[in-house]
C-alpha cells in the first residue's frame, strides 16, 4: 500500500503521523505527491507503526 493509503485507512493527518513517526509533515507531503523517495530510516518507521513489510511500501 501507499503511505498515503495507510495513513487515510487510520485516519490521520499528515501532521498527526508526522508526530507519531517523527518525520516532518513536508516530507510526509513530498512523499505522498511522489515527489522525492522515502529515506530507509523513515521507511523502517513507518512500516512499524503500520505493521506492514518494506515490501508493501514500495
Do not use: C, H, W
Given at each position: 500500500?501507499?503511505?498515503?493509503?495507510?495513513?487515510k485507512?487510520?485516519?490521520?493527518?499528515?501532521?498527526?503521523?508526522?508526530?507519531?513517526?517523527?518525520t516532518?509533515?513536508?516530507?510526509?507531503?513530498?512523499?505522498?505527491?511522489?515527489?522525492?523517495?522515502?529515506?530507509?530510516?523513515t521507511?523502517?518507521?513507518?512500516?512499524?507503526?503500520?505493521?506492514?513489510?518494506?515490501?508493501?511500501?514500495?
Open positions: 500500500m501507499k503511505l498515503k493509503e495507510l495513513r485507512a487510520k485516519r490521520l493527518t499528515r501532521e498527526q503521523l508526522s508526530k507519531e513517526i517523527g516532518p509533515v513536508r516530507t510526509i507531503g513530498r512523499r505522498e505527491n511522489g515527489e522525492t523517495d522515502m529515506m530507509f530510516q521507511a523502517i518507521k513507518v512500516a512499524k507503526y503500520f505493521e506492514v513489510s518494506l515490501d508493501e511500501l514500495i
